[in-house]
């Protein structure tokens, strides 16, 4: 299984499910974003049975990343800009043990 778009509706349905969601707040314009595209979808396809993983558009749902201060990087917990898959899956097994 492959990320999900999400949108605000999405957004709020997801969050008070059981498992955890895994969030990647990207733009088209970003490079950065389209860097690691591959990365995340691989560990949304290799991580599918314990979290779910989407993807905010932060140009068409502004809204949701301002709800999430994802400026600010604070979520329940976040990483900003990792560098590898590796780095993704650190995040997620650490977030996991909290």
């Known amino acids: 299984m ?8 999405k957004f709020g349905q997801l969050i008070h499910k059981e498992k955890p969601v895994l969030v990647d707040f990207w733009a088209p314009w970003c490079g950065y974003c389209r860097r690691i595209g591959a990365a995340y979808e691989k560990i949304s396809e290799e991580y ?5 993983a989407g993807k905010v558009n932060i140009d068409e749902e502004p809204q949701i990343a301002e709800a999430e201060k994802i400026e600010y990087g604070k979520a329940i917990d976040s990483i ?7 780095m993704i899956e650190n995040f997620i097994n650490e977030a996991l043990e909290k």
Request: no cysteine.
């Open 48 to 52: 599918s049975d314990i979290l779910v």
């Open 2 to 9: 492959t990320s999900i778009n999400i949108n605000k509706e």
């Open 80 to 86: 900003v800009a990792p560098e590898s898959k590796i």
